[in-house]
């Protein structure tokens, strides 16, 4: 079964950084799109930030300049480079692929488990 595992959430203080990991465990081929959401509470799930097999990237307004995603095409794997964290930036993350050939079929909008942020003042 494969899987999208994140890590590297925590608390961290207004100002500082935190940098997300997330890996594809498994077998699987063809993602094309992976990203990063978040869902803080209340509020519905958010796209933060994208990148695509060739590197094209997509943010959300509210974390341009702020924070950075990257890819491993070969290792299935995405990380997300979060620097000058606010409170606001408090939520869960969660990692996306758009899609997957996993044991001869695809597979569409896979998700990870998600990992806490916690920006405190």
């Known amino acids: 079964q494969v899987q999208l595992v994140e890590s590297g959430g925590g608390l961290v203080q207004a100002g500082g950084a935190l940098r997300l990991s997330c890996a594809a465990s498994?077998?699987?081929?063809?993602?094309?799109?992976m990203g990063w959401y978040r869902q803080a509470p209340g509020k519905q799930r958010e796209l933060v930030a994208q990148?695509?097999?060739?590197?094209?990237?997509n943010y959300a307004d509210s974390v341009l300049g702020r924070f950075t995603i990257s890819r491993n095409n070969a290792k299935n794997t995405v990380s997300l480079q979060m620097n000058s964290l606010a409170p606001e930036d408090t939520a869960v993350y969660y990692c996306?692929?758009?899609?997957?050939?996993?044991?001869?079929?695809?597979?569409?909008?896979?998700w990870g488990q998600g990992t806490q942020v916690t920006v405190s003042l």
């Open positions: 498994g077998s699987i081929f063809g993602i094309k799109t």
């Open positions: 990148i695509d097999t060739v590197g094209n990237t």
């Open positions: 996306n692929a758009d899609r997957g050939f996993i044991l001869g079929r695809w597979e569409f909008n896979l």
